[in-house]
């Protein structure tokens, strides 16, 4: 199970936000590229970077900070935040992003994620599944849909998609514990490959995780805080 530390970027600063609250942030650093090579030296084989003011917005308001991270790894990266058009997903690729991550586009224009898939690859093109009470959330998690992430997930590798990052977002940034019973019923109906979030703050709910047979693990805050040490973590499993 791959274990991946995240970096989320708002107004270029490393942030964690509270169940997605934008007015819920803490600031832990103003230099998000020496914390991603922080945790590519304690031994992380994978980033995960979120920009928080484009997933909101829309457009890629970090980019050049993304593109200086990549530019200071040699581990792959995948970027998530305003990826909404085909043109966004070549610009990242371009600049080294190995996986990108759609969330708003999954629900709003399937045709768009398979146009996106058919030309990249399964391996390179990820959906996020954000969601409150299971119902799907979007646009920088500011808006609700109706969409059920079963039946989100269900559609999305209907189509092609492999690979899905599952966010609770009620648990994000909480330190409580993930959303267990979810992802659980999530490997149980479906074949995809599950990367959680949300809500991770200890090595007993990392090894948790590792039994329901998750692909991968996002940790955020613990990391920040201490409450999980990065390569204890790695270690143990």
């Given at each position: 199970?791959d ?7 708002k107004d270029?600063?490393c ?9 819920k ?8 590229v020496s ?9 992380a084989e ?5 920009d928080?003011?484009g997933?909101?917005s829309?457009?890629?308001?970090n980019?050049q900070?993304i593109?200086r991270?990549?530019?200071s790894?040699?581990i792959?990266?995948q970027?998530?935040?305003g ?7 070549a610009t ?8 990108v991550v759609?969330?708003t586009?999954?629900?709003e224009?399937?045709?768009l994620?398979?146009s ?6 399964e391996e390179?093109?990820v959906?996020?599944?954000?969601v ?17 992430s079963?039946?989100l997930i269900d559609d999305?590798?209907?189509?092609g ?5 599952y ?7 909480t330190l409580?514990?993930?959303n ?7 490997l149980?109906r479906?074949?995809a490959?599950i ?5 991770v703050s200890?090595?007993?709910?990392i090894?948790q995780l ?5 692909e991968?693990?996002i940790?955020?805050?613990a990391?920040?805080?201490?409450d999980?040490?990065?390569?204890e973590?790695?270690?143990?499993l």
């Amino acid at each position: 199970m791959d274990i991946i530390p995240a970096v989320d970027v708002k107004d270029g600063k490393c942030v964690r936000l509270y169940q997605g609250d934008y007015d819920k942030e803490t600031v832990f650093s103003t230099d998000p590229v020496s914390v991603a090579a922080g945790w590519q030296d304690m031994g992380a084989e994978r980033i995960h970077i979120v920009d928080l003011d484009g997933a909101s917005s829309g457009s890629q308001l970090n980019f050049q900070i993304i593109q200086r991270i990549i530019s200071s790894l040699t581990i792959p990266v995948q970027v998530g935040g305003g990826i909404r058009t085909e043109s966004n997903v070549a610009t990242m690729m371009d600049i080294g992003v190995d996986r990108v991550v759609l969330g708003t586009i999954a629900v709003e224009n399937k045709e768009l994620v398979r146009s996106i898939l058919n030309r990249f690859g399964e391996e390179s093109v990820v959906v996020g599944i954000d969601v409150r009470d299971d119902l799907v959330s979007i646009k920088g998690w500011k808006e609700s849909t109706i969409v059920s992430s079963f039946d989100l997930i269900d559609d999305m590798y209907g189509i092609g998609i492999r690979r899905f990052v599952y966010t609770d977002i009620s648990r994000d940034g909480t330190l409580l514990q993930p959303n267990f019973e979810s992802i659980e019923q999530i490997l149980n109906r479906s074949d995809a490959n599950i990367i959680a979030s949300g809500g991770v703050s200890s090595l007993s709910h990392i090894q948790q995780l590792a039994r329901l047979g998750v692909e991968g693990v996002i940790i955020g805050k613990a990391l920040y805080t201490g409450d999980i040490n990065l390569h204890e973590a790695i270690s143990v499993l």
